[in-house]
């Protein structure tokens, strides 16, 4: 065993029994490096990522290998996952030097934590024109030894080249609704009229997208906006891109129909997934959006729910395919004949229903399932029975392995989710999931300073502070919970990170926000980006929150925050529209003001509250944020002063400084916030 063995990321424990002497990223390896004058591999990869361990399997398990690299190199291997600032800060460096980036990432550095050489996988010999991970080793160790003066120049001026990189100048305020308008042409010329989606292979989910072109139907009536959210999200729904079976969705699909998957599954795409079909359902009350968004945060709640109450990370792509080899999506195909096996006679309609071929639509004659036909040609009952047995046959596959360290911005993410999905359904057991979740937030992951940490696993929390992104998701849950509860300390808690958020994070002379802390370890450059990647960037998860907070407590700071954090929107939107869609969608919310609703009744259990409550959570407007309890509460700022009318519950909507008069009719609720 090395030295990974007393850490709790479940990365580094995979690593842990490698013939590598790996450390983990600390002062002391670094220290390490300076002792010795060897170079520093820097290795970064997550649980989930299938070339992660592939390049694990072929080079860092291997003995001679090993033995190469103890000998000439400090190894640090770090989980992306836990460490979002070190990923983000030298995969800048990667793209900026090779163009492109990814995981496994491979980077070299001097004992001063400089870059110099970069990679991503690297094969155990040379193929399709890449060197071998050993030729690579030879390469920098004899170069380290041998140019060490134009090795430390190459890496000093890579320090000072990133150094020089800004971000994009933000404009001074926030962006209005020409910019949003630009947003949603560009969105339309890359848009895929065919398949979904934007773009070409691979395509990911566009979540975030989808929520501002929700949004901006929401707002402006414009029926494009809302066409391209309810095909692409049908067009996901019936690929292989879902789980047919399980509820769920993967990473994202190798081909532009969304039929084959890169087959892990990660908490944030689901939990972001199940409310953007939660508030597809909303616009449009589509059966298939209700459907998917049910089974999504079922799949969240059966798969994913660690014993602490809180969400696992992902779920691996690999497992077992029942001859000890770890292939890649084993639990998830079929051939005929394995339909065969588990349904007889029923095995004709299951392969005609989900698309099962001789040829497969996977690898060696295997097929994804799909929904190629439109539903309703069957007998409902018989496709539902077909679909139990083959789940339940699947469940007694060997399954993925399960990453279960806890990551704080995901479980924001999911507390969101699932509050909504539970209040718009019906379902009371996802809105105690939500809570579960919440709890274990602050009881775990917030200190008694309101600080986050990034991590814990098995209700112990990891060492890593948390960045940006988790204040902002976990806030934006937060706030989510007490608009579906009722209960106004989540808003306290809310309150509590955001004040982190403009103390610790924001720049106080243009209102940018960074990915890391004012008083976090330092790093060669403290990485800031407002773009999306496959959850909401820090920066505009942050302004949504410091908005929806703005909004329930009137304060004037908070609101001020969000418009300059969203300047950045202003400038980025209208060019690359694609990879800053929460930002569009926070912009949406503050067009729209966001909408203040505070219903008051005399008590919880009373059917005319509940009945106006709900009409408000399932209210379109964006961002619209909902308070409800007692006139003598106290809960939440929205509440005070507000009264029964006529003995009667009431429901109040104000929106830029100016309140409506109240109503205790759901309807003229309902019309008031349409």
Known sequence: MNRLAHETSPYLLQHADNPVDWWPWSA????????????????????????????????????????????????????????????????????????????????????????????????????????????VLEGVQQAWTTRHDEVAEVAGKIVRDLAQREIVRQAAEAPGEQELAQALLGLTREYDPQRGGFGGAPKFPPSMVLEFLLRHHARTGAEGALQMAVDTCERMARGGIYDQLGGGFARYSVDRDWTVPHFEKMLYDNALLCRVYAHLWRATGSDLARRV????????????????????SALDADSDDGTGRHVEGAYYVWTPAQLRDVLGDDAGLAAQYFGVTEEGTFEHGQSVLQLPQAEGVHDAERIA????????????????????????????????????????????????AALGAADLLVRVHLDEHARLARTSKDGRVGPNAGVLEDYGDVAEGFLALASVTGEGVWLDFAGLLLDQVLTRFADPETGALYDTASDAERLIRRPQDPTDNAAPSGWTAAAGALLGYAAHTGSEAHRVAAERALGVVKTLGPRVPRFIGWGLAVAEALLDGPREVAVVGPGPDDERTAALHRTALLAAAPGAVVACGTPEGGEFPLLAGRTLIDGAPAAYVCRGFVCDLPVTDPEALRARLA
Do not use: I
Not at 92 to 117: I, K, R, S
């Open 28 to 135: 002391e390896a670094f220290a390490e490096a300076r002792r010795t004058n060897r170079p520093v591999l820097l290795s970064v990869g997550y649980s989930s990522c299938h070339w992660c361990h592939v390049m694990a399997h072929e080079s860092f398990e291997d003995q001679a290998t090993a033995d190469y690299l103890n000998e000439h190199f400090v190894s640090v291997k770090v989980d992306r996952e836990e460490r979002p600032d070190v990923d983000a800060v030298y995969m800048e460096a990667v793209q900026a030097a090779t163009g492109h980036g990814g995981w496994p990432m491979t980077v070299f550095l001097t004992p001063d934590a400089e870059p110099f050489y970069f990679g991503t996988y690297y094969p155990p010999a040379p193929r399709h024109g890449m060197p071998s991970f050993r030729q």
């Open 293 to 312: 968004a049910l089974e999504t945060a079922d799949f969240l709640v059966r798969e994913l729910r660690t014993p602490e109450g809180g969400f696992a």
């Open 385 to 432: 029975s077909v679909r139990r047995r083959l789940f339940d046959a699947r469940a007694r596959r060997p399954a993925p392995g399960r990453d279960d360290k806890v990551v704080a911005a995901w479980n924001g993410l999911a507390v969101a989710a699932l509050a909504e999905t539970g209040a718009y359904f019906g379902r009371p057991d996802l809105v105690e």
